[in-house]
């Protein structure tokens, strides 16, 4: 029986996926279990992990082998468990006696930056720009008035700025979770003091599109794409999300709301209909399969989509451990499928593998 570990950072992340996926495990012949990087002994290399016991809901404690087959949810911070974890996990990766799902996807710089060099997905990618200095900001308002700044390593929203030059003064807006907050800058000394703050860490800087509807509400369409059991890419979800009204940010840990793609779809106009339409298909036609080549393998991609003022189509953002609660909460009915395609996936590999095997030796 083959083993598919379930690898987060703590024992209790997304606790009711991993429950679901455990659930549905023995129908696929696959033995499923969930363990933290943490958990495998550097000596023996047996992992202490839980198994969970279907009757009761609960996680038990077992000591197997590394799984041969790992779903990688770990999620960094800044903090001491995330360096941790790390080098851990990038072992793991070259460990010949199991595979990984799907890698992660670098920071996204890299991954931008890679994206704005192919001339097929350049259209989509808004001009994005790595941030060193101060000086590299402000020029950049100067010609453009506003901008967005959002930290190269961040996800949820957080971090993300808007920047905006006005006659008297600079501000700069962003969300402490719900609430909106501004700072103002009336000269240039205070804001460069704050900019090199911000630059702390690392960041990015992008145009600042309209994202807001007619209520002004800013919106971005989520499409959950992942690997078939052939290996083929497939949209298996979409979300419209919506933020707070007059805020900045769409995406969930922001609060927002999810609404049905079809049901927003309807109500765009007919002429934005063709655009959107024909843009997503370039988009997940050509998206998926260059950043697999780039760094892959993957499993799923959670693709962020915006629709801005101006009519035109812009990819965001590119999540390699995608959630799945803006899916879920519009189309409920794809939680079966949601929560098998792991297994699917893992067999597919498993699959290929043994044919591979089979094959005679070439001379
Ligand atoms: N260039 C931009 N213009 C306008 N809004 C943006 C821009 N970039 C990001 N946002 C807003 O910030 C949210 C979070 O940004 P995103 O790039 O998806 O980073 P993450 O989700 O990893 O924090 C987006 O969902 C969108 O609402
Ligand atoms: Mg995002």
Not at 188 to 200: G, N, P
Not at 223 to 248: D, H
């Amino acid at each position: 029986m083959i083993t598919l570990g379930f690898m987060s950072l703590s024992r209790q992340h997304e606790e009711d996926y991993a429950a679901e996926l455990a659930k549905r495990a023995p129908d696929f012949g696959i033995r499923f279990v969930r363990f933290t990087p943490f958990d495998i002994s550097p000596d023996t290399l047996r992992v202490k992990a839980l198994a969970h016991h279907p009757s009761s809901g609960k996680w038990n404690e077992t000591e197997i082998n590394i799984p041969d087959f790992i779903y990688d949810r770990c999620f960094y911070g800044k903090d001491s468990h995330s360096h941790k974890a790390k080098p851990i996990v990038e072992w793991l990766k070259k460990y010949p006696k199991t595979e990984f799902l799907g890698f992660g996807l670098p920071d996204k710089w890299a991954v931008l930056n890679d994206l704005q060099q192919n001339p097929l997905i350049n259209p989509y990618i808004p001009e994005t720009i790595q941030i060193t200095k101060y000086e590299q900001i402000y020029s950049f308002l100067l010609k453009e008035k506003t901008c967005i700044l959002k930290p190269a390593f961040g996800s949820g929203g957080r971090g993300v700025i808007l920047l905006e030059l006005g006659k008297k003064s600079i501000t700069a807006t962003y969300h402490i979770g719900k609430n909106k907050q501004t700072k103002s800058f009336s000269n240039q000394v205070s804001f460069k003091t704050w900019c090199k703050k911000v630059l702390q860490h690392r960041y990015i800087l992008q145009p600042y599109l309209n994202i807001q509807d007619k209520e002004r509400y800013p919106r971005d369409i989520r499409i959950l794409m992942q690997k078939n059991e052939s290996g083929s890419w497939e949209t298996v979800g979409k979300a419209v999300r919506r933020g707070y009204q007059n805020g900045l940010l769409a995406n969930l840990s922001g609060g927002s709301d999810a609404l049905k793609f079809d049901t927003w779809f309807q109500e765009i106009p007919k002429k934005q209909q063709v655009i959107l339409l024909d843009d997503v298909f370039s988009i997940t036609q050509s998206v998926p399969y260059f950043l697999d080549e780039q760094y892959g393998p993957l499993f799923e991609l959670g693709l962020d989509i915006c629709l801005a003022k101006d009519g035109r189509i812009w990819l965001l953002d590119i999540n390699s451990k995608p959630g799945r609660k803006s899916i879920l909460k519009v189309s409920p009915e794809q939680k079966e499928q949601l929560c098998t395609s792991p297994f699917k996936r893992c067999l597919g590999i498993h699959s290929s593998r043994e044919q591979k095997g089979a094959l005679p030796h070439e001379s």
